[in-house]
T-cell receptor, first 112, second 113 residues
Framework: DAGVIQSPRHEVTEMGQEVTLRCKPI?????LFWYRQTMMRGLELLIY????????DSGMPEDRFSAKMPNASFSTLKIQPSEPRDSAVYFC??????????FGPGTRLTVL | AQSVTQLDSQVPVFEEAPVELRCNYS??????LFWYVQYPNQGLQLLLK??????LVKGINGFEAEFNKSQTSFHLRKPSVHISDTAEYFC???????????FGTGTRLTVIP
């Protein structure tokens, strides 16, 4: 099992550009979560999906952020336009039940 | 809703000494409890979990935690730490049957040679 796969691992972009982060959950897992981690704010839940349907997006900072899950094996988190304050590590996690979430390695985003 | 309090933001400890990282939770319903570890520049890794049964839970790397319902605590312990245990440790809670987790703010464990 390859675990949760995230791409890219590192992304450096300029303010105003569109950024797309990608996640492939573990096969068979029906819930997917997007988190953001910064020194100032710690680990924040942005949005999560059950069976490809968004359940709670109350953590999405603002309209510049959007997330999709077109099928059970793929999800994207998009930031448009990006701003320097969006610089963070973004984690994707998945689970098949209440036994705990499995995290991906993260995408380190730097917005200049 | 659930919440988690990790009372210590940083815990320095000498190598081979015991350590306890404290976690208290708040919930009006039955809960599942988790500890995750995050090594530098890596994702979070599940260390151990309590779902039901024995209140003493053993995890990877020699760590264990005890669920105390009356004190609403789930403290993490290790009898003898190694340099390689230096990392950030997160306690998390969910209501039973739910998939979403509520995380604490983390405790940075630093093992001193």
């Amino acid at each position: 099992d390859a675990g949760v796969i995230q791409s890219p691992r590192h992304e450096v972009t300029e303010m105003g550009q569109e950024v797309t982060l990608r996640c492939k959950p573990i096969s068979g897992h029906n819930s997917l979560f997007w988190y953001r981690q910064t020194m100032m704010r710690g680990l924040e839940l942005l949005i999560y999906f059950n069976n490809n349907v968004p359940i709670d997006d109350s953590g999405m900072p603002e309209d510049r952020f959007s997330a999709k899950m077109p099928n059970a094996s793929f999800s994207t988190l998009k930031i448009q336009p990006s701003e320097p304050r969006d610089s963070a590590v973004y984690f994707c996690a998945s689970t098949s039940g209440a036994g705990g979430q499995i995290f991906g390695p993260g995408t380190r985003l730097t917005v200049l | 809703a659930q919440s988690v309090t990790q009372l210590d933001s940083q815990v320095p400890v000498f190598e081979e000494a015991p350590v306890e990282l404290r976690c208290n939770y708040s919930s009006s319903v039955s809960v599942y409890l988790f500890w995750y570890v995050q090594y530098p520049n890596q994702g979070l890794q599940l260390l151990l979990k309590y779902l039901s049964g024995s209140t003493l839970v053993k995890g990877i790397n020699g760590f264990e935690a005890e669920f105390n319902k009356s004190q609403t605590s789930f403290h993490l312990r290790k009898p003898s730490v190694h340099i390689s245990d230096t990392a950030e440790y997160f306690c998390a809670v969910s209501s039973t049957g739910a998939n979403n987790l509520f995380f604490g703010t983390g405790t940075r464990l630093t093992v001193i040679p």
